[in-house]
């Protein structure tokens, strides 16, 4: 039996310490599985973002471009929240490996998964639109934000538990967030701290390539065809690497998540216990 259980009563540093052990004993196929399933986003996502950018100054097609991009954004979250949480399940069943994983096997969980999670998604997206317009006001925005984290939890709860209610997963959810609110803040800010990181050193090249852009622009090298293409294509690559960093941030959020709720149902309801007790059942 492996010690980086789901199920097992962790402190803070542990659980971040299993995001980061989860990704770097399974990184090769874990990045496989994100490049499988998330790059086609990343590509739609990034296409239109870069769209987007180039042309801004038909109004029409600047508003276009960002309904788009939110669509395919929420779409994509959707998905590496069921990728994640589903690699999670198999490492869990498996003893703590990813051996067997394939994304022809995941594959047939993903569409219906995915569904789910994006409704759970689209059905809370008000009050995550609600926290990010609140974070304008200090006092009231963060304690909004604080009170509304648990939400995050209902994901996890449905795949992994297979609870059909949403109103079910929702008080279970807050149930479980609020035993160890202290907690899930500190967890939640460290790893949003991680992803404004990756999303920083992913979006850097994007700004040089556009101050350069501006640069050459001025000159007479901007009326170069050559210079054109080069331009767009170069635009276009960085853009979707950014898009797929983005993906990969949201992906360690959602890793994060998925093993503190693990931890917080172990110590609030033995759920561990009862895991080792179905896993001795089934060795006699």
């Given at each position: 039996?492996?010690?980086?259980?789901?199920?097992?009563?962790?402190?803070?540093?542990?659980?971040?310490?299993?995001?980061?052990?989860?990704?770097?004993e399974?990184?090769?196929?874990?990045?496989?599985?994100?490049?499988?399933?998330?790059?086609?986003?990343?590509?739609l996502?990034?296409?239109?973002?870069a769209?987007?950018?180039?042309?801004?100054?038909?109004?029409?097609?600047?508003?276009?471009?960002?309904?788009?991009?939110?669509?395919?954004?929420?779409?994509?979250?959707?998905?590496?929240?069921?990728?994640?949480?589903?690699?999670?399940?198999?490492?869990?069943?498996?003893?703590?490996?990813?051996?067997?994983?394939?994304?022809?096997?995941?594959?047939r969980?993903?569409?219906?998964?995915?569904?789910?999670?994006?409704?759970?998604?689209?059905?809370?997206?008000?009050?995550?639109?609600?926290?990010?317009?609140?974070?304008?006001?200090?006092?009231?925005?963060?304690?909004?934000?604080?009170?509304?984290?648990?939400?995050?939890?209902?994901?996890?709860?449905?795949?992994?538990?297979?609870?059909?209610?949403?109103?079910?997963?929702?008080?279970?959810?807050?149930?479980?967030?609020?035993?160890k609110?202290?907690?899930?803040?500190?967890?939640?800010?460290?790893?949003?701290?991680?992803?404004?990181?990756?999303?920083?050193?992913?979006?850097?090249?994007?700004?040089?390539?556009?101050?350069?852009?501006?640069?050459?622009?001025?000159?007479?090298?901007?009326?170069?065809?050559?210079?054109?293409?080069?331009?767009?294509?170069i635009?276009?690559?960085?853009?979707v690497?950014?898009?797929?960093?983005?993906?990969?941030?949201?992906?360690?959020?959602?890793?994060?998540?998925?093993?503190?709720?693990?931890?917080?149902?172990?110590?609030?309801?033995?759920?561990?216990?009862?895991?080792?007790?179905?896993?001795?059942?089934?060795?006699?």
């Open positions: 039996m492996s010690s980086n259980r789901l199920y097992a009563r962790r402190t803070l540093s542990d659980t971040l310490n299993m995001v980061f052990d989860f990704v770097g399974n990184w090769r196929k874990w990045f496989k599985l994100m490049i499988y399933f998330l790059l086609p986003f990343s590509v996502l990034g296409a239109t973002i769209t987007f950018y180039k042309d801004t100054e038909e109004f029409t097609m600047s508003t276009m471009g960002y309904v788009v991009s939110i669509i395919l954004f929420i779409v994509g979250c959707a998905v590496v929240t069921a990728l994640e949480i589903l690699l999670v399940k198999w490492h869990e069943d498996h003893n703590g490996t990813l051996d067997g994983c394939d994304a022809a096997g995941l594959w969980m993903m569409p219906k998964t995915s569904l789910k999670c994006l409704g759970i998604i689209v059905l809370w997206s008000p009050v995550v639109a609600m926290e990010l317009v609140m974070i304008l006001v200090p006092v009231i925005g963060l304690g909004f934000i604080f009170v509304m984290l648990p939400i995050f939890m209902t994901c996890p709860i449905m795949i992994l538990e297979s609870n059909n209610s949403i109103s079910d997963m929702t008080k279970r959810a807050f149930s479980l967030g609020f035993k609110w202290g907690t899930f803040i500190l967890i939640a800010v460290v790893m949003v701290l991680v992803a404004v990181l990756i999303n920083n050193a992913a979006t850097f090249p994007l700004g040089l390539f556009k101050a350069f852009e501006s640069l050459f622009e001025k000159s007479t090298t901007a009326d170069s065809m050559l210079w054109s293409f080069l331009a767009d294509v635009r276009y690559v960085l853009c690497a950014e898009c797929f960093v983005i993906f990969v941030g949201i992906g360690m959020f959602v890793l994060a998540i998925t093993f503190h709720y693990g931890s917080v149902a172990t110590e609030a309801e033995d759920l561990g216990l009862e895991s080792d007790i179905d896993d001795f059942a089934k060795l006699k």
